[in-house]
């Protein structure tokens, strides 16, 4: 079956550019959650989607962040006005519902490779 | 706060020998841990997780991991190490067990190089 998918798979903008990010979750999978992989920090959390909500937005690094979903699927991660310090993968992943004592694993897609020069 | 320890950044292992790829973890509750590895240039893929249950937890591709509460571990394993298993690996932890979001905190990541 379909894994989750992002595109573009690699993208170099300009600093100060704006920038779009696109995951497609599995199919039936509610919970969705963008992560970043960068080689200073690591991967971390940024913001986890339960339908089309954000009950937890708490990894976003600043305002210019944002993500919103649409019809309980798709989901667009952007970026404003970029910094060189926003370079990093992108990795989105999706799951079952995770809430209270559930905790279903997620799957991830390959990631959108940032680099901003 | 949550949080998790990979003490190693790689590890070298000869093809055939058995492999182990730590991991430590902090959390106030019942901890679910997680083995995702990741080959280059591409996503995280899953390997393995500890719920509840049997401590001994097997998983893809022959990986297996033990959770040990008095130790707060959870290593990876493997019997008999493949030229293929050479990879990033990564242990993770829910950051908040039973609460409302399922996201994980990642440990650092240890690099394994399997040599012919």
């Known amino acids: 079956g379909a894994g989750v998918s992002q595109s573009p798979s690699n993208k170099v903008t300009e600093k100060g550019k704006d920038v779009e990010l696109r995951c497609d979750p599995i199919s039936g999978h509610t919970a969705l959650y963008w992560y970043r992989q960068s080689l200073g920090q690591g991967l971390e959390f940024l913001i986890y989607?339960?339908?089309?909500?954000?009950?937890?937005k708490s990894g976003l690094p600043s305002d210019r962040f944002s993500a919103e979903r649409t019809g309980g699927s798709v989901s667009t991660l952007t970026i404003q006005r970029t910094q060189q310090e926003d370079s990093a993968v992108y990795l989105c992943?999706?799951?079952?519902?995770?809430?209270?004592?559930?905790?279903?694993?997620?799957?991830f897609g390959p990631g959108t490779r940032l680099l901003v020069l | 706060a949550q949080s998790v320890a990979q003490p190693e950044d790689q590890v070298n292992v000869a093809e055939g020998n058995p492999l182990t790829v730590k991991c430590t973890y902090s959390v106030s509750g019942n901890p679910y841990l997680f083995w995702y590895v990741q080959y280059p240039n591409r996503g995280l893929q899953f390997l393995l997780k500890y719920i509840t249950g049997d401590n001994l937890v097997k998983g893809s591709y022959g990986f297996e991991a033990e959770f040990n509460k008095s130790q707060t571990s959870f290593h990876l394993k493997k019997p008999s190490a493949l030229v293929s298993d050479s990879a990033l690996y990564f242990c993770a932890v829910r950051a908040d067990p039973s609460g409302n979001t399922g996201k994980l905190i990642f440990g650092q990541g240890t690099t394994l190089q399997v040599k012919p």
């Open positions: 989607f339960q339908g089309n909500s954000a009950p937890d």
């Open positions: 992943a999706s799951s079952r519902p995770s809430g209270g004592a559930r905790s279903e694993t997620q799957y």
